[in-house]
């Protein structure tokens, strides 16, 4: 029993049979060479096989990988706000509801300074905005629950 590197995928499996690793998927890896040291100390995702040679990536190389790797995880999170039964979805959507109803209120006061000639104008405009109540726990809960599969 041998151990073997798939050439193409850098997938490394112990002690195969021979016969069940032809050449040229799989690359033999020989205790103590050079290739079996870098597959113990380097993760697969920093080793580049060149012939039947695995040498070690550059260090930009290995931030390009890490980069990639970092991109793929954040476009993962955020195609997230997709999915309807999401629970990250369906808090944004609670938070985006309480950011505009937010606006609508700076809205009104731009609204009332803009068309007040006069500080009694004014005051009364500014009166005639309700108050925004503060939220608790309890109605974050409900929003969150009202909002999955929407």
Do not use: C, H
């Amino acid at each position: 029993m041998s151990d073997f590197l798939n050439r193409t995928t850098l997938e490394f499996q112990r002690s195969r049979n021979d016969p069940d690793s032809p050449d040229p998927p799989w690359l033999l890896i020989e205790p103590g060479s050079p290739n079996r040291t870098l597959i113990d100390t380097v993760p697969r995702r920093y080793l580049t096989l060149t012939g039947d040679v695995l040498s070690e990536k550059s260090q930009a190389e290995k931030d390009a990988v890490d980069a990639a790797i970092l991109d793929a995880e954040r476009e993962d999170t955020a195609s997230r706000l997709d999915e309807l039964e999401d629970i990250s979805r369906a808090f944004a959507l609670v938070v985006l509801d309480e950011l505009n109803a937010r606006a609508d209120t700076w809205n009104a006061i731009l609204d009332a300074a803009d068309g007040a000639n006069n500080l009694a104008a004014f005051k009364a405009a500014m009166a005639a905005i309700p108050d925004y109540p503060q939220r608790t726990i309890a109605q974050m809960r409900s929003g969150v629950r009202a909002k999955l599969g929407t």
